[in-house]
């Protein structure tokens, strides 16, 4: 099983798992490099006859949010959901609440919830990736995003038995 996780803002990242493997990568800059991601790991599973699952975070603009920031994120949010519409892959979208609500009592305040998101993902992750990568800010909410929908897949798949 494939499961990939997408924080989709231009500061997010994806996260990729395959059989234990996790490739990190932060948000490319361009729809080619985004399209370049989804693409491997659709190849992968069909070459390896798995079955691959996108779990990206359901995302909306904020009052507060200046005009031209909010229009930039919603364009980063439709472009990744573009692509994968276009190479015809499955996704759920998955409210921050929704997959946050899985770790603990994450903290209310931004910077420390970060920082909570980080040492998680650095914790349940470190010993699927090698010496090259490492937790960022930029992924780990990708990561965490990624771990939801594999335990979600895990379940899924033991309660149709």
Not at 39 to 46: I, L, N
Not at 86 to 91: A, D, E, I, M, T
Request: hydrophobic content about 40%; proline content about 4%.
């Amino acid at each position: 099983m494939i499961v990939i996780g997408i924080d989709p803002g231009k500061s997010g990242g994806l996260v990729v798992i395959n059989n234990n493997k996790v490739s990190l990568h932060k948000c490319p800059s361009s729809t080619h490099g985004m399209s370049a991601i989804l693409r491997q790991a659709k190849s992968s599973a069909w070459i390896d006859e798995q079955s691959i699952h996108i779990a990206i975070e359901k995302v909306w603009a904020f009052p507060t949010d200046a005009r031209s920031s909010a229009f930039k994120f919603g364009v980063n949010y439709g472009m990744w959901l573009g692509i994968i519409g276009s190479l015809n892959l499955p996704f759920m979208e998955v409210p921050p609440q929704t997959w946050m609500k899985a770790y603990e009592k994450l903290p209310k305040d931004k910077k420390e919830r970060k920082k909570a998101i980080k040492d998680i993902a650095t914790d349940m992750l470190h010993d699927m990736f090698n010496n090259e990568q490492r937790i960022t800010y930029a992924v780990s909410d990708a990561a965490l995003i990624a771990l939801w929908c594999l335990e979600r897949k895990k379940n899924y798949a033991i309660d149709e038995r």
